[in-house]
């Protein structure tokens, strides 16, 4: 009983508060969703700068086993060494772009580029696809990743933050910063490392998150969690359609692993002081 009590229920429910599915292994029917989607066109933004073009093999190898088998799939990878890179085999109906960017100087700036990038990629790309999946590269796919996550705008919860009390969320709480969520508000804390949605959508997300960061940066100031602060702001006032729960967002050596029947995406231990150099 106590457990129960001391447990959040609503992060383990299968439903949020505005009535969009929180998607776990065994609520949805894959054969009826695949039909639904035989010709639905999944891109998959990726960046990979500097040292963490090391993980771009494994999370491409990875993803050709798990992410979207059967279907229309194209990778967009954004590079600072395009020269560098090794494609691997694709499936049928698998492509991949390589695309050049410039690698900041400080990892703060990197993970923050993303969101011009994605700009710039969701203008461009209204006919090319339908649903745009972002992730992080330090990843890897290690179960089923179907069409069954795909929404009009759908993000993940973070694994350590899915049985915590909204108070403990690590929002921006500075009312400054354009990142801010006020005490009182917000329902989930999501990673930054899995989103996507219908490509107006994420066009839509990204401008907005990319204002909030040029906001701050004008100010000389930075959300605690950069451009993740800035995700979570937009989806607390632009509610997702779909959920995904830690199924599709786990690190192996996260607590409350019992709770999480399929690891279907899980980030690579990495040595921080290593890769920031
Ligand atoms: C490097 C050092 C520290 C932080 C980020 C980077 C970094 C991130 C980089 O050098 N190159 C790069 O391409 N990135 C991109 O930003 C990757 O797609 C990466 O997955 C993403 C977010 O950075 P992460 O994975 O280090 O963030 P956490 O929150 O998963 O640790
Ligand atoms: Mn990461």
């Not at 969703?33 to 190898?61: C, M, S, W």
């Not at 329902?187 to 990319?210: N, P, R």
């Amino acid at each position: 009983m106590l457990l129960f009590s001391v447990i959040r229920k609503a992060a383990l429910n299968v439903l949020t508060p505005w009535l969009a599915p929180i998607i776990w292994d065994g609520i949805y029917n894959l054969n009826i969703l695949n039909e639904q989607h035989k010709d639905t066109r999944i891109g998959l933004f990726v960046f990979a700068v500097k040292k963490y073009i090391r993980f771009l093999g494994p999370f491409l190898e990875s993803a050709e086993r798990f992410f979207m088998v059967g279907h229309n799939v194209t990778y967009y990878v954004f590079t600072d060494r395009v020269s560098e890179i090794v494609k691997p085999k694709m499936g049928d109906g698998h492509s991949l772009q390589l695309r050049e960017v410039t690698a900041d100087k400080r990892w703060q700036d990197v993970s923050m580029r993303r969101m011009e990038i994605l700009t710039a990629l969701t203008k461009q790309l209204t006919n090319e696809i339908d649903y745009l999946v972002c992730a992080d590269v330090d990843m890897v796919f290690n179960d089923h990743m179907g069409v069954e996550m795909l929404g009009d705008l759908f993000a993940t919860l973070h694994p350590g933050f899915f049985l915590a009390e909204p108070h403990a969320f690590s929002y921006e709480r500075h009312p400054i910063s354009a990142a801010y969520i006020p005490f009182g508000e917000g329902d989930f804390y999501y990673m930054a490392a899995l989103y996507g949605g219908k490509v107006e959508e994420i066009y839509k997300l990204s401008v907005a998150c990319q204002h909030g960061i040029m906001e701050d940066k004008k100010k000389n100031i930075e959300a605690v969690w950069q451009e993740e602060s800035h995700l979570n702001r937009y989806l607390v006032y632009n509610k997702p359609t779909k959920v995904l729960s830690p199924e599709y967002l786990w690190a192996t050596n996260m607590p409350n692993g019992e709770f999480i029947k399929r690891k279907r995406f899980l980030a690579v231990p990495k040595n921080h002081e290593e890769v920031r150099n």
